[in-house]
């Protein structure tokens, strides 16, 4: 059931952050919360210095917007740990964003530092996301095996290392998006208080919480259990 | 020929804790060693609580006894660094089982910690093994790229987290089961006089050491050498 | 053609900085820089005790000939990370290699921990290279999986732990053949003046920086920025 509604979703969104209105609910954020709020960290130093147009924290934001999602808050920062970390941690713990987005700083020049400052921050890897995204960004290109991008959450807001190439943002988007509804908004939706309802067993092979539908139908709070009923 | 063997074991099974003795050697174990010994770690609150049944605690413990292997050791534990850790101390330290497999909370939700109570008792990760175990679990849903699971070694014994589901469990056993007659059997069989000689050059790309055989006639200790003689 | 010649190198190698000058420019390490030296660590009791031929070091030696680069150092240690540390330290700290190939060591016996001193002095870590070795291998063995092998920098010095047999060596060469000359090239060719002119932007999704093309005749030396010039 939950995999036929997608295109049919019936409940309007009716959260606090909203989304446009002419989008079915399951492409807003789920029927029972706000809309994901997205963090969008560019990391460059071309672009921190004007010197270079940011098409791929562009590519995100348009990505936000046609999903129904709020590009929250965004930020341009030299390559380099020092620059990254600190807007990583005001983000997160600030509760400012659902899931942070970086672009840019996942190769191997020395100034390529993005991961290492993911890792500085992060208390959960995820490292199945950034397995993930490579392994789609390698159909596009095999040097898509170079991309040293992290994922994991901090506190419970999902961070990924997106490549820094507009292209590559958007094959790592494609593989992001029917995830988001499973992994984030997991966390995110905590405090809704129709997390815990409905816990349904997971039919899938997936060590992740939840169910398994993109609709929300039956969004549960941990139902990563051994024992979850059938 | 170690290739060939593998329907043809013809060794019989000798060690001191037996298996059952109407299954092929290369069911059991391997011919010069007792069973493996699984230490099954059941990790969910409301298991722990007595509100679900352990039906992933007992797909494990089905398959041991299937496969000719012992379900050594069991316990359910709540979700939680606090309580997975002692007992993973406890089971590979003390020498209770050869292969340690944890069901449950390897997801996004906060309670879920089992990889970093894992992480804090390994003393070598094997991440191509939880990569695998991703891999083959996408083949049935696309959310099991979100298992945070993580393998490795704390001493001789390997540690594995499968996802909580019963059916996420399922399709990591079959994930292991061909590859446990490699690499944990041949820690657990340190101790065999047989296990030093005999070696065989792997004919693959493996990194890891021993015979390809899972028919246990070439096991040996360490033949991971560039140099192993043909 | 190179799969044909493993066996029978023809060239000697000859200067520090050079290459066999009848090779096109594209197989030296490109045409705005030296070979890339190659560094090759055997890690192995049994070869470092002589009881082993060193067959996984020749055959990297004789892919190094056969592309051009130059194998610049050799060394063979025993298993453990006693051994090794000392010499990726030396290696990669004094500018002896731009890459090091470590073999052996990888599995799952206790006297395997390469991986282990790799970590020790890794500064950023490239697991999507290591976790593409491991993908490789699965073509020629299910155990492949089991390869605990590491990828990553020190400092400009690219290191890539290998399986320990030398058609696993084979394998791991031909994933990273390709990927060279975008990878860890890149790296060195820091201090040439022509690598940061001729700035193009990455098409594919790679995360990493650098052109597409092997030929290098447009090596950047950073364009893994989200606004690269088209």
Redesign the interface.
Known sequence: MSGMSHETPEMPEDGPAGGPEDRPADERGGPDGPALRVGIL??????SRG???????GRIRAWCVERGYEPAIEAVVP?GTAAIVPVLLNWADGGRADLILT???????????T??ATDAVLD?????????L?R???Q??????????RA??RG?C?IV????????????LEVLE??LE???L??RG?EHPHRTSGSV??????????S?GTSGSHRT?????????P
């Open positions: 560019t990391v460059s130093d071309r672009v010197e270079a147009e940011d098409r791929s924290g390559d672009t840019g700083g996942t190769g191997f020049t020395p100034r390529d530092r991961p290492e959960r890897t995820a490292s199945g996301l950034a397995e993930a490579r789609r960004g390698e596009a290109t095999p040097f898509a095996v170079l991309s040293r991008g994991g959450l419970d999902l290392n997106l490549p820094g190439s507009p292209s590559g943002v958007a094959d790592g029917p995830l499973h992994g984030s997991l966390a905590r067993e997971p039919s899938g092979s997936d060590g992740a919480s939840g398994r709070g941990s139902d990563d259990t051994p024992g979850g009923s």
